[in-house]
């Protein structure tokens, strides 16, 4: 059974960084591109990052772009998203996802909420 | 980018069919490959797959979800629906990056 757990959140001040994980199993993740996917509250879905199954590529959208990296580690089948510089406007639930064949996001994580106040 | 657009909220009955479209602001589709994805968000869960590249359904979905469209135009049916239904649905396209999601159609009992 494909399993994808996410930890690190929390509430953090405009400006900082927080660095996200997620624990992946049940499936050979070294074979996989994976992503991050959030939610802001009572919003809907915004694709964050993917990253290769190397880890040699990445890609983001421009609302992000320069301020997260996403990095894996296949030894430990572990995903990460560095949040640098956050903003009000990344308050979300992030979801740790398999980005399957480049197309669907085909499993996720329960979700992990980011909340960025003063 | 590609913005998908989907009616906020669908009324439906149960027992009844359900149909929620998305439409895209360009073509998703590639020669006869549809790169429209569908999923489904109960209250509280994570989004599951439901519909890969507009037709095909994923693995454990039931049979009375069905997806259909080309080019720009997508609709996702349930035929019949049930209360486990009651959820909101996204559509996703991997058309091109940035890969992006309908705003999302709410589905309620009418």
């Known amino acids: 059974e494909v399993q994808l757990v996410e930890s690190g959140g929390g509430l953090v001040q405009p400006g900082r960084s927080l660095k996200l994980s997620c624990a992946a199993s049940?499936?050979?993740?070294?074979?996989?591109?994976m992503a991050w996917v959030r939610q802001a509250p009572k919003k809907g879905l915004e694709w964050v990052a993917t990253i290769s199954t190397s880890g040699s590529r990445t890609y983001y959208p421009d609302s992000v772009k320069g301020r997260f990296t996403i990095s894996r580690d296949n030894a430990k089948s572990s995903l990460y998203l560095q949040m640098n510089s956050l903003k009000s406007e990344d308050t979300a639930t992030y979801y740790c996802a398999r980005h399957a064949h480049w197309e669907t996001f085909d499993y996720w994580g329960q979700g992990v909420m980011v909340t960025v106040s003063s | 980018d590609i913005v998908l657009t989907q009616s906020p909220v669908l009324a439906v009955s149960l027992g009844q069919r359900a149909t929620i479209s998305c439409r895209a602001s360009q073509s998703v589709s590639i020669s006869s490959i549809n790169l429209m994805h569908w999923y489904q968000q109960k209250p509280g869960q994570q989004p599951k797959l439901l519909i890969y590249r507009a037709s095909n359904l994923a693995s454990g979905i039931p049979a009375r979800f069905s997806g259909s469209g080309s080019g720009t135009d997508f609709t996702l049916t349930i035929d019949p629906v049930q209360a486990d239904d009651i959820a909101a649905y996204y559509c996703?396209?991997?058309?091109?990056?940035?890969?992006?999601f309908g705003g999302g159609t709410k589905l309620e009992l009418k």
């Open positions: 996703q396209q991997s058309r091109e990056s940035p890969w992006t």
């Open positions: 049940g499936f050979t993740f070294s074979n996989y591109y």
